[in-house]
């Protein structure tokens, strides 16, 4: 086996690890300035969509000639680019493609991870994530900042951070703001200390708080 024999079989198999987390599900998905399209998704829940998302879908057309009626159904696969898709829809659930940061380190980041929406909408929300290994966390976008989602244990909320970062981000809703500055009892959390189900509420009261403002 030549160099260029050895190079392609590690790409292939490279490509096929990338691939294996994939499944398929029934579902619906909403392409940016198209219809909802609804079929079978082909889609990695767990891990990083580098590649191309694709649904498939089936049309049956019924004729009749001499007297005589026929049905023919068409299958018909597509790939979208996760960048172009809005949501998807498997199993009453709601997804989105969000990158993730867990802390300030870039190597750490993850690109394209189809995450669950359990509160809030496209402006400010939080999302559950399950990764392939089982372990689910949580992440979250703010106004204006909800082309990624950040991680709810973040190392920027040590040490009083929580405060110093959400007043800012939150300010145009003036009262939420101020709660959140004066560490008001369910408006704040101390990331070493909290627990899990804390920063959960915390998160769910700044949701809830910030879409009555408008």
């Known amino acids: 086996m030549n160099f260029k024999s050895i190079s392609l079989t590690i790409i292939i198999i490279f490509s096929c690890a990338q691939k294996s987390n994939t499944q398929t599900y029934n579902g619906k998905i909403v392409i940016f300035f198209k219809d909802t399209i609804e079929g079978k998704i082909t889609v990695d829940l767990t891990g ?50 969000k990158d ?11 690109e394209n991870c189809c995450v669950e929406r359990i509160a809030g909408n496209d402006s400010i929300a939080i999302y559950q994530w399950n990764n392939k290994d089982g372990r689910i ?16 244990e973040h190392p920027k909320y040590d040490e009083g951070g929580f405060k110093s970062f959400m007043a800012i ?21 101390e990331n070493k200390t909290a627990s899990l189900e804390e920063k959960l509420q915390v998160w769910k009261n700044i949701i809830r708080d910030y879409i009555a403002c408008w």
Do not use: H, Q, W
């Open 169 to 189: 981000k939150l300010s145009r809703c003036k009262s939420l703001g101020d709660k959140i500055y004066e560490m008001a009892d369910g408006y704040f959390y």
């Open 137 to 152: 966390s949580y992440y979250t976008t703010t106004p204006r900042f909800n082309e990624y989602a950040e991680s709810i």
């Open 48 to 97: 990083e969509n580098k590649g191309l998302v694709y649904i498939e879908t089936s049309t049956v057309t019924k004729s009749k000639k001499k007297g005589e009626k026929s049905t023919a159904s068409v299958t018909e696969k597509n790939g979208y680019n996760p960048a172009i898709i809005s949501a998807l829809f498997i199993e009453g659930k709601t997804y989105k493609f």
């Open 100 to 110: 993730l940061r867990v802390d300030y380190k870039d190597e750490n980041n993850l």
